[in-house]
């Protein structure tokens, strides 16, 4: 079956697609590093040093054009954006955009530094039906959903709350939902070097449901499975199952 082939399924259409561990990227359990010679901690920092793309003063000294180009819509819209109803919307839309994008502002390694601890665990973590809020790159609309992470340990574990960070991180970004199930298991994957890592999202997307296809009661689900979720059928059934659950 093709994974990325949209289903329909007890009246409701889905889409399913997969994605898989990247070649030469694969940790090995035990090993300390990556088959390409390059650490984990290397390989990490040097993702995460360089997600921060906005701070703080660049939203403020972003925020006049931004305001100006919500004038601008509105305008191109037909409205008046003197009238009073509409006087502080533009700021007001401007604000809210750089709220909903601030996944740019942040970096996973500033969450995680004090959250990863040497643990003899090695059964499966599981912390399913996250609360998601993401904006569609293609309509800058919304899509809304749940998010699910299994991953089994190797010698270390994060704090669960963290995983939920990560998920804020990524998803408060302009986003397809593709690539953020895959940015949310490669993150856990470099943090914690486990055996393995699952990430299911489901979600609805406003742009199927406002306009388009308008389709109420469609679900975009997408899954990201790593190492021996993955590579181990077994496994990977026993984390669907048991998010299911």
């Known amino acids: 079956m093709d994974r990325g082939t949209p289903l329909v399924k007890g009246g409701k259409a889905e889409g399913l ?28 920092a040097a993702q995460w040093q360089e997600e921060r793309t906005r701070s703080l003063e660049d939203n ?30 533009p700021w007001r839309a401007a604000t809210a955009m750089q709220f909903f994008t601030k996944g740019y502002q942040e970096k996973i390694s500033d969450i995680l530094n004090d959250a990863i601890f040497d643990e003899d665990h ?5 912390v399913k039906d996250i609360d998601m809020f993401s904006m569609c790159e293609h309509h800058l609309v919304p899509f ?7 991953y089994l340990p190797n010698r270390k574990v994060i704090g669960v709350s963290k995983l939920a960070r990560i ?45 388009g296809v308008q389709k109420m009661n469609s679900k975009t689900v997408t899954s990201t499975m790593l190492g021996v979720f993955r ?7 026993e984390f669907l199952t048991l998010i299911r659950n």
């Open 17 to 44: 697609s997969g994605s898989g561990t990247t070649s030469g990227k694969v940790p090995v359990a035990g090993a300390g590093g990556w088959q390409n010679g390059h650490s984990e901690p290397q390989r990490a």
């Open 60 to 89: 403020q000294l972003s925020l006049p054009s931004l305001e100006a180009a919500y004038s601008a819509i509105l305008r191109g819209l037909g409205e008046d954006p003197e009238r009073q109803g509409l006087l502080k919307t």
């Open 122 to 126: 090695d059964e499966m973590v599981i």
């Open 144 to 150: 809304i959903g749940k998010v699910s992470i299994g």
């Open 167 to 211: 998920v804020e991180i990524y998803s408060r970004r302009l986003q397809v939902q593709e690539r953020l199930t895959k940015q949310i298991a490669k993150a856990i994957t470099e943090a914690l070097q486990p055996a393995g890592v699952g990430v299911v999202i489901e979600a609805t997307h406003m742009c199927m449901v406002m306009r």
């Open 231 to 237: 590579e181990d059928p077994k496994t990977r059934e």
